[in-house]
């Protein structure tokens, strides 16, 4: 059993710019569509397995007034027949025959537990159904479709009804987080926006009536070519006008200057009332949607509003002043008749915690760990000076924008060599003997004490049992974990560690960096298998973690193809984003193993981090750098002699 939930979306800036963008394919002039469009906190909640037949059934309370249980055959032509019948549950057979006639897939039962999600509200309730059912077969008989392709599935599945949708409409797929779609003829392209505030909106249904096929058929009419001067000012507004909008949108979305936002609200349905809503003017005058735009009483409670999706007397949206403001908007909205419902868009959280657990002997390196701890160990750097393994690990970490740092050691003992190194100044005779140069880095290496913080493991119970000993460190924070043992080096002007911060900062998910290996290596790093989810195979959607798998096993189970279509196994580079989930999991794990007698096994993080992916997802970002093991006697004189070295 598998459990899913997949959102409705909400248009912010952008309706109509994706049908209109598709004309490019007929004519060149036409500027690309673009919008932003959002998950939302309701939505669809469901309960997944397989079944000999295809079946939608519903625990629901919210929707049982709205359907009957339902069965059918999985059956290409008996799919079709219901998915032109027009009843709800045309949508989910649409995607289903899809499935059958494509990926030749048995049957699934599908039981939707709960429903946020209104219908009929230009939330596209209908678009998530599609999503759910693409989701469903896809988890089930293991298609390794990423969400692009659940998306394109959904898109393509609806058509086969009398819907009409638009191509944002199944955004929902990549969850209840801001996207910028960009469509270019047949070219769609989504990608993830960031937030650096909370914004408070607040959409409702207006309890109108709107013709939506008359909306759209009016406005195609001027395409794809304009014929005269209102239908070259749609090709403006929808076009190079519409761009400039949604740029400014992602600007102030990524500054956090919510009032400028809000005005952007209100300049961009004025930008539609003047340009667009005269092709049809008999819906689009929308008399209840600018009566509720105009209402003084409202406007004290935001900083901007407009209509959502094809416009007219269907739905409106505001941006609200602050979580007060937004339930205040509710009740009145409420309470004038409408149906109306919140949004909070949360900022991702910046990384700026880390953590490198140091508390391991080194047994590998015996006898030098007898005096020396091995993240103390000399290397050679590319300037000319010789480094201790954690001040270069150190150095990554603040180059990255982190400001506190947790050291994991065995024992309280062990504090002092770190103290005596990053807090106590040297003597001036020593200070006296350095270049002026070298005079400065010293209070460079002070400085980086400043930020450390120490924790002890001092029971030896798994590398996944050292980090959750900084589990109060991190205060509910993403934190960078990096590996003591392991050095990295990047490829271009920006350090492996701010790379994977700001790949998670697009993904707000459990993130790990990713590193090719050769198929003979597998077996001595944890292995991840998915789907790549961008044409530059560079984030990939994690659906399974193995710790040290056998080259048999990878070859069969966790290779990923390439742009070229040859296998790939992706190792962990060594450096991941953990979420609270992550902790949450480990704490968990521990209990677990203290209340099983006799336990003597180890705490995992790859066990750990797995099991969040399962609930939370998971992704793995390819890293422009190399990472430099030292963790044996082989790797370690590799990485002396070569560390040093200066790429060209």
């Given at each position: 059993m598998i459990k899913l939930f997949v959102p409705g979306r909400l248009c912010l800036f952008g309706e109509h710019s994706d049908w209109a963008g598709h004309y490019r394919t007929m004519n060149a002039q036409i500027a690309p569509g673009a919008a932003i469009v959002t998950g939302i906190e309701q939505g669809i909640y469901a309960e997944v397995e397989r079944s000999s037949i295809f079946e939608v059934q519903s625990s629901a309370s919210q929707i049982t007034g709205e359907w009957h249980d339902f069965a059918c055959r999985m059956d290409e032509q008996e799919l079709k027949r219901v998915a032109r019948s027009g009843s709800f549950f045309c949508y989910c057979a649409g995607v289903a025959s899809y499935m059958l006639e494509w990926y030749k897939v048995g049957g699934v039962r599908i039981r939707i537990t709960d429903m946020t999600l209104p219908m009929k509200s230009g939330l596209s309730s209908s678009a998530a159904i599609c999503v759910l059912v693409a989701r469903a077969f896809n988890q089930i008989y293991n298609l390794n479709l990423n969400t692009m392709g659940e998306m394109n599935i959904a898109y393509v599945g609806e058509l086969r009804t009398s819907s009409r949708c638009g191509?944002?409409?199944?955004?929902?797929?990549?969850?209840?987080?801001?996207?910028?779609?960009?469509?270019?003829?047949?070219?769609?392209?989504?990608?993830?926006?960031?937030?650096?505030?909370?914004?408070?909106?607040?959409?409702?249904?207006?309890?109108?009536?709107?013709?939506?096929?008359?909306?759209?058929?009016?406005?195609?009419?001027?395409?794809?070519?304009?014929?005269?001067?209102?239908?070259?000012?749609?090709?403006?507004?929808?076009?190079?006008?519409?761009?400039?909008?949604?740029?400014?949108?992602?600007?102030?979305?990524?500054?956090?200057?919510?009032?400028?936002?809000?005005?952007?609200?209100?300049?961009?349905?004025?930008?539609?009332?003047?340009?667009?809503?005269?092709?049809?003017?008999?819906?689009?005058?929308?008399?209840?949607?600018?009566?509720?735009?105009?209402?003084?009483?409202?406007?004290?409670?935001?900083?901007?509003?407009?209509?959502?999706?094809?416009?007219?007397?269907?739905?409106?949206?505001?941006?609200?002043?602050?979580?007060?403001?937004?339930?205040?908007?509710?009740?009145?909205?409420?309470?004038?008749?409408?149906r109306a419902y919140k949004f909070t868009m949360q900022p991702i959280h910046t990384v700026r915690k880390a953590i490198i657990p140091v508390a391991g002997f080194g047994t590998r390196l015996y006898p030098a760990t007898r005096c020396i701890k091995k993240d103390f160990f000399p290397i050679p750097c590319p300037d000319?000076?010789?480094?201790?393994?954690?001040?270069?690990?150190?150095?990554?970490?603040?180059?990255?924008?982190?400001?506190?740092?947790?050291?994991?050691?065995?024992?309280?003992?062990?504090?002092?060599?770190?103290?005596?190194?990053?807090?106590?100044?040297?003597?001036?005779?020593?200070?006296?003997?350095?270049?002026?140069?070298?005079?400065?880095?010293?209070?460079?290496?002070?400085?980086?004490?400043?930020?450390?913080?120490?924790?002890?493991?001092?029971?030896?119970?798994?590398?996944?049992?050292?980090?959750?000993?900084?589990?109060?460190?991190?205060?509910?924070?993403?934190?960078?974990?990096?590996?003591?043992?392991?050095?990295?080096?990047?490829?271009?002007?920006?350090?492996?560690?701010?790379?994977?911060?700001?790949?998670?900062?697009?993904?707000?998910?459990?993130?790990?960096?990713?590193?090719?290996?050769?198929?003979?290596?597998?077996?001595?790093?944890?292995?991840?298998?998915?789907?790549?989810?961008?044409?530059?195979?560079?984030?990939?959607?994690?659906?399974?973690?193995?710790?040290?798998?056998?080259?048999?096993?990878?070859?069969?189970?966790?290779?990923v193809k390439n742009a070229e279509g040859k296998k790939e196994y992706c190792s962990v580079f060594g450096q991941y984003i953990l979420t609270s989930e992550v902790f949450e999991q480990l704490e968990a794990d521990i209990k677990a193993a203290d209340e099983t007698p006799g336990f003597s096994g180890e705490i995992e993080l790859t066990a750990a981090l797995d099991k969040v992916r399962e609930r939370c997802g998971m992704f793995g970002v390819r890293l422009n750098g190399e990472r430099y093991d030292m963790g044996n006697p082989h790797a370690l004189m590799s990485t002396i002699a070569t560390f040093a070295m200066i790429d060209d």
């Open positions: 191509r944002l409409d199944q955004v929902c797929a990549f969850g209840a987080k801001p996207n910028l779609m960009t469509f270019d003829g047949d070219e769609i392209e989504v990608k993830p926006l960031n937030v650096k505030c909370q914004l408070h909106w607040v959409f409702a249904d207006l309890m109108g009536q709107k013709n939506t096929i008359k909306i759209l058929a009016d406005l195609n009419k001027a395409y794809p070519f304009p014929s005269n001067e209102q239908e070259q000012r749609e090709h403006d507004a929808l076009g190079v006008k519409n761009q400039e909008i949604v740029e400014r949108a992602i600007k102030y979305m990524g500054s956090g200057d919510v009032e400028a936002l809000g005005r952007l609200m209100t300049e961009a349905e004025e930008l539609f009332d003047n340009a667009v809503a005269p092709m049809c003017p008999e819906e689009l005058t929308a008399p209840k949607l600018h009566a509720v735009l105009a209402d003084e009483h409202i406007k004290q409670f935001t900083y901007g509003g407009k209509g959502v999706g094809s416009h007219g007397d269907g739905s409106v949206q505001f941006l609200a002043r602050n979580a007060e403001c937004q339930q205040q908007l509710v009740e009145y909205l409420t309470a004038q008749g409408m000319g000076m010789v480094r201790p393994v954690i001040l270069i690990l150190l150095e990554e970490l603040v180059q990255s924008g982190i400001e506190e740092i947790c050291l994991v050691l065995g024992s309280e003992e062990e504090r002092k060599m770190y103290m005596d190194f990053f807090e106590r100044p040297l003597t001036d005779e020593h200070l006296s003997k350095l270049n002026t140069e070298s005079q400065e880095y010293e209070n460079h290496i002070l400085d980086i004490g400043k930020r450390l913080h120490y924790v002890y493991q001092k029971e030896k119970r798994g590398f996944g049992h050292a980090v959750y000993q900084a589990a109060q460190f991190a205060k509910g924070e993403p934190v960078l974990l990096m590996l003591g043992d392991t050095l990295y080096r990047t490829k271009s002007n920006k350090p492996c560690a701010l790379q994977l911060i700001e790949s998670y900062e697009l993904t707000n998910s459990l993130t790990v960096g990713l590193y090719p290996v050769d198929v003979r290596d597998v077996s001595h790093f944890g292995i991840m298998t998915g789907v790549w989810e961008d044409k530059k195979d560079k984030l990939l959607h994690v659906s399974k973690l193995f710790e040290k798998p056998k080259s048999s096993y990878a070859e069969e189970f966790l290779g």
